[in-house]
């Protein structure tokens, strides 16, 4: 997995499935909520997500306000986020 920024915008590549893509998606996160009350979050070519990042992603949105757009490149992803009932929480696009 690869993870890049640019402003408000963190684009992920490559599949979500480690402890330490969790890690490095958190910190890349926090350092980006610090001076952006919205994210724009692409997912690539992602065909899952772990339960770690749904959380803190859950965490961002309703503990700390921050107010998330997610593009999703894999229609898999999309669908595993419609069966959890997160596509409107996550605001779901397909990229």
Do not use: A, C, P, W
């Not at 700390?64 to 229609?75: A, P, Y």
């Not at 999309?78 to 696009?93: A, E």
């Amino acid at each position: 997995m690869d993870i890049s920024t640019s402003g408000s915008e963190v684009k992920i590549t490559g599949n979500i499935k480690s402890v330490s893509d969790f890690q490095t998606i958190k910190s890349t996160l926090d350092s980006v909520v610090v001076n952006n009350s919205s994210i724009n979050l692409i997912i690539e070519d992602s065909i899952s997500i772990t339960s770690s990042v749904i959380g803190y992603l859950n965490k961002l949105i309703l503990k700390d306000g921050i107010k998330l757009t997610m593009s999703v490149g894999n229609d898999d992803l999309i669908s595993l986020l419609n069966d959890l009932n997160l596509s409107s929480v996550f605001n779901v696009r397909k990229k």
